[in-house]
């Protein structure tokens, strides 16, 4: 296993080119199941999701070739409808094939993807949704057994509950689904807007784009013809180097970005006392002389992202007061906080509330275990300012979804390496 080691309190500044999002790519590249026609698609980020993605489409019959971060896929020859375990449980968001599987072939098998470190993670909204529109779901030996034979009807779909995954499986479902679907209380992440105008592109009549109720006019299992395509920025890759400039005190700047999708993160960097100037396509952070606490709650886009949070933490241990943070979207995303407590800081917990008592300077390099993304990438920016030494294991999660961190970092002047264990 690798591991990351990071000398702290090196001076880092210059430029960052942020990569395409990871979660932008992912229903896309489950997208494709419903193309006729080969695509290419640009600012692909090279992470292991993806390409565990890709794996999953090879393994069911699709071709697809990758030069950097262009990758030509075509699924025309699709036979096989199960995804497996082996799989499934290396990735999650594999859950994204079971829409686009069911409305094209009328059946499919997906392996029933378990918790993870962050929570529970159900996937009963996406079930509900995809019963709703006339398929028989039963789970069976661990797997998703979806049927729908005659193909899946057009419906009225009224999440529960905001879901990122189950509105782009039941998007993606409703595409070939005879007649009018309509999608209440969908999610609005800009992920969410790139996925609808990729297939309003390939020709589905889809309304509403960007807001919470979305209508779709489906095909009857009419394939899509979709044009190429660039996966967006990522925001959340954004963030991260936003926060490492923060907690270093640098002036970065961050190109291939797009700074409206970053909105509640940049107010509550403004909020903590930094400046940050916006171009078009890029963002720049200063220093500051001191760090405001701040109060966060995590909410559904266009509130503050869930995705962020762990980052804001590492953050906020270096601000000049207390912050107190209210996780709302998953039950167990503190992972980073026992760690980032044997780096010296002082956070309290209290279910879903952590009490961050900030004080700058007082981080110190220590082994620290990464427990899923975005708490990796938490430790990745508490140790840029931690005096000595920090090793950070596990680094497989922060492979999954950081393009190039530690050259990205190692540009920027930061003294990182990747060793074996
Ligand atoms: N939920 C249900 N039932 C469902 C689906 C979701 O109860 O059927 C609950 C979840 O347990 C959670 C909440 O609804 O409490 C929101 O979950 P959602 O479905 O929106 O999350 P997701 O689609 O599984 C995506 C991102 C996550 C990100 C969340 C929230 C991808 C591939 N993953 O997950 O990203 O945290 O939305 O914004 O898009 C990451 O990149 O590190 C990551 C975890």
């Given at each position: 296993m690798?591991y990351?080691?990071?000398?702290?309190?090196?001076?880092?500044?210059?430029?960052?080119?942020?990569?395409?999002?990871?979660?932008?790519?992912?229903?896309?590249?489950?997208?494709?199941?419903?193309?006729?026609?080969?695509?290419?698609?640009?600012?692909?980020?090279?992470?292991?999701?993806?390409?565990t993605?890709?794996?999953?489409?090879?393994?069911?019959?699709?071709?697809?070739?990758r030069?950097k971060?262009?990758?030509?896929?075509?699924?025309?020859?699709?036979?096989?409808?199960k995804?497996?375990?082996?799989i499934?449980?290396t990735?999650?968001?594999?859950?994204?094939?079971?829409?686009?599987?069911?409305?094209?072939?009328?059946?499919?098998?997906?392996?029933l993807?378990?918790?993870?470190a962050?929570?529970?993670r159900?996937?009963?909204?996406?079930?509900?949704?995809?019963?709703?529109?006339?398929?028989?779901?039963?789970?069976?030996?661990?797997?998703?057994?979806?049927?729908?034979e005659?193909?899946l009807?057009?419906?009225n779909?009224?999440?529960d509950?905001?879901?990122?995954?189950?509105t782009?499986?039941?998007?993606?479902?409703?595409?070939l689904a005879?007649?009018?679907?309509?999608?209440?209380?969908?999610?609005?992440?800009?992920?969410?807007?790139?996925?609808?105008?990729?297939?309003?592109?390939?020709?589905?009549?889809i309304?509403?784009?960007g807001?919470?109720?979305?209508?779709?006019?489906?095909?009857?299992?009419?394939?899509?013809?979709?044009?190429?395509f660039?996966?967006?920025?990522?925001?959340i890759?954004?963030?991260?180097?936003?926060?490492?400039?923060?907690?270093?005190?640098?002036?970065?700047?961050?190109?291939?970005v797009?700074?409206?999708?970053?909105?509640?993160?940049?107010?509550?960097?403004?909020?903590?006392?930094f400046?940050?100037?916006?171009?078009?396509?890029?963002?720049?952070?200063?220093?500051?002389?001191?760090?405001?606490?701040a109060?966060i709650?995590?909410?559904?886009?266009?509130?503050?992202?869930?995705?962020?949070?762990?980052?804001?933490?590492?953050?906020?241990?270096?601000a000049q007061?207390?912050s107190?943070?209210?996780?709302?979207l998953?039950?167990?995303r503190?992972?980073?906080?026992?760690?980032?407590?044997?780096?010296?800081?002082?956070?309290h917990?209290?279910?879903?509330i952590?009490?961050?008592?900030?004080k700058?300077?007082?981080?110190?390099?220590?082994?620290?275990?990464?427990?899923?993304?975005?708490?990796?990438?938490?430790?990745?920016?508490?140790?840029?300012?931690?005096?000595?030494?920090?090793?950070?294991h596990?680094?497989?999660?922060?492979?999954?979804?950081?393009?190039?961190?530690?050259?990205k970092?190692?540009?920027?002047?930061?003294?990182?390496?990747?060793?074996?264990?």
């Amino acid at each position: 296993m690798k591991y990351l080691k990071i000398i702290g309190q090196e001076k880092i500044s210059g430029e960052v080119k942020i990569s395409g999002a990871k979660n932008a790519a992912l229903p896309l590249i489950a997208a494709t199941i419903l193309a006729k026609n080969t695509i290419k698609i640009g600012n692909m980020p090279d992470v292991v999701d993806t390409n565990t993605f890709f794996k999953l489409l090879n393994n069911l019959g699709s071709t697809s070739k990758r030069e950097k971060n262009t990758v030509t896929i075509n699924t025309f020859d699709i036979k096989e409808t199960k995804a497996t375990y082996d799989i499934v449980k290396t990735m999650r968001a594999s859950i994204l094939v079971l829409g686009p599987l069911l409305a094209r072939f009328g059946h499919c098998e997906v392996s029933l993807p378990g918790g993870c470190a962050i929570g529970q993670r159900p996937v009963d909204l996406h079930l509900k949704a995809l019963e709703a529109m006339g398929a028989s779901i039963e789970i069976k030996n661990g797997y998703i057994e979806a049927k729908c034979e005659k193909g899946l009807q057009g419906a009225n779909i009224v999440f529960d509950k905001v879901t990122v995954g189950g509105t782009e499986n039941t998007i993606m479902a409703a595409a070939l689904a005879k007649g009018k679907s309509k999608i209440i209380n969908a999610a609005k992440e800009p992920e969410i807007v790139q996925l609808c105008e990729v297939l309003k592109d390939a020709g589905l009549e889809i309304k509403g784009i960007g807001s919470s109720e979305l209508t779709i006019i489906g095909t009857n299992k009419e394939l899509l013809n979709f044009k190429d395509f660039d996966i967006i920025p990522d925001r959340i890759e954004a963030g991260t180097y936003l926060c490492a400039g923060a907690i270093a005190n640098a002036k970065l700047t961050l190109t291939n970005v797009i700074p409206k999708h970053l909105s509640a993160v940049l107010a509550k960097l403004e909020e903590m006392n930094f400046k940050i100037t916006k171009d078009k396509n890029s963002l720049t952070i200063y220093p500051t002389s001191f760090i405001k606490p701040a109060n966060i709650i995590t909410s559904e886009y266009p509130g503050f992202p869930t995705d962020m949070q762990a980052q804001f933490m590492a953050l906020a241990t270096q601000a000049q007061g207390t912050s107190v943070f209210d996780e709302r979207l998953f039950e167990n995303r503190y992972m980073h906080v026992s760690e980032l407590v044997r780096m010296g800081a002082d956070i309290h917990l209290n279910g879903n509330i952590a009490s961050i008592h900030g004080k700058p300077g007082t981080l110190s390099a220590t082994d620290v275990m990464a427990t899923d993304l975005r708490a990796s990438s938490a430790l990745v920016l508490a140790a840029l300012v931690a005096k000595g030494e920090t090793n950070i294991h596990r680094i497989y999660h922060l492979d999954r979804g950081y393009e190039d961190l530690e050259g990205k970092l190692k540009l920027l002047g930061a003294n990182v390496s990747r060793h074996n264990e």
